[in-house]
């Protein structure tokens, strides 16, 4: 008798998380990001590697992507944005100031310049060119955020900085996104920019009404009850925003923000913590999974990556320097700053599904940002690390 692909799935979803969480315990002894031990284990063992071998050996479909899978992924995502949302809340968005919004932006947008000028240039298509340019443009939070809290950084004159351009770049990249997840070929520079005005209109009614709104009616709320209620508050703005052709990543970090602003935001934190705790690295492991390892072993795609991932580092460490100085008046403590934006990882990633589910990007494209996702946050964690020791 065969046996179900359900629970063929829930063999598959446990031996890859404990597999993941595995490498990542071995990888920190070496102070490499989790992300890192995750993304491997999914590359190892799709069904295009090992994964495809053991298949084979025990004459079992169980490492393969179904519809199980990709709804494990797609919650896992969900929970991922919610959680930064309510990382974020408006609190930490208002400490980075003018000039952490200014590095913010301009982190964002001179990466997301320069590497679509150099895809552009090397034939690869406007959107597909978008999609890639923008996975270069935020800074992973959660890498960052690892490091100053396994090395006790926090004191650091750079660290309040990086913490607050590196949370407001996510919502730039978002709202980029938000433009290009509506129609990623542009008609031309004004269709392009009367679109981003739409975009942000939009963002700006969604967010103020949720901040208003939602924490209102949570506060009313029974505390026991507020986690389930918060569930419904995530799953509803979901289902609202994706109906008017939004992502779903980005209605998740509007709810979380909301969240934030309730009394009851620190039990909910509590409750989402524990969840990603089982199914946050699912997301980063199916990422893995979807890539064809004979991709990115192939020469024209590591080249074009490493290409892309040199660009990525020198445009973001461009776009920040500047304004961290301003801020610091000091050139080492700036450096600081510039090299903790340069790991990409999590936005990056959410990015790069998208592209692909939607059929903007093919697969050496995914892959070319996958490898520039591993080697901005492997380069990057080891810089910023490093620069850390003059005490700035």
Partial sequence: MPVESIYLTLLEFSILVTTAESLSLILAKYK?????????????????????????LFHVNLFSINNYVIFLSEFSVILLLFASGLEHGLSSLRKGGLLGLIAAIAGALVPYIIVYWYVSSIGIGQGAASFIALSTAPTSLAVVANIIERERL????????????????????????????????????????????????????????????????????????????????????????????????????????????????SRVRASIDALLAIFGSIFFITIGLQMDFRIITNATVITQSLIVSALAIAAKMMGVYPFAYVKLRNPIGALTASLGMIPRGEMGLVIASIGLSSGILDLSDYGLILIMVLATTIIGSLLYRRSTEFGF
Avoid at 32 to 56: F, H, K, Q, R, W
């Fill in 32 to 56: 490499y990001p989790s992300i890192v031990g995750e993304l491997l284990t999914g590359i190892a063992l799709s069904p295009y590697a090992l994964g495809g071998v053991l298949n084979a």
């Fill in 154 to 265: 926090h004191s650091l004159p750079s660290t309040g900085v990086l913490i607050a351009a590196a949370s407001m770049d996510d919502v730039v990249a978002l709202m980029l996104l938000s433009s290009l997840y509506a129609s990623p070929n542009a008609d031309s520079m004004m269709g392009f920019t009367l679109r981003i005005i739409k975009i942000l209109i939009l963002w700006v009614i969604f967010l103020a009404a949720s901040i208003i709104v939602i924490p209102r009616l949570l506060n009313r709320i029974n505390e026991y009850l507020m986690v389930y209620a918060s569930l419904i508050v995530l799953f509803g703005l979901v289902v609202s925003m994706v109906s008017l052709g939004f992502s779903a990543v980005i209605a998740s970090f509007i709810a979380g923000v909301a969240v934030a602003e309730s009394k009851e935001a």
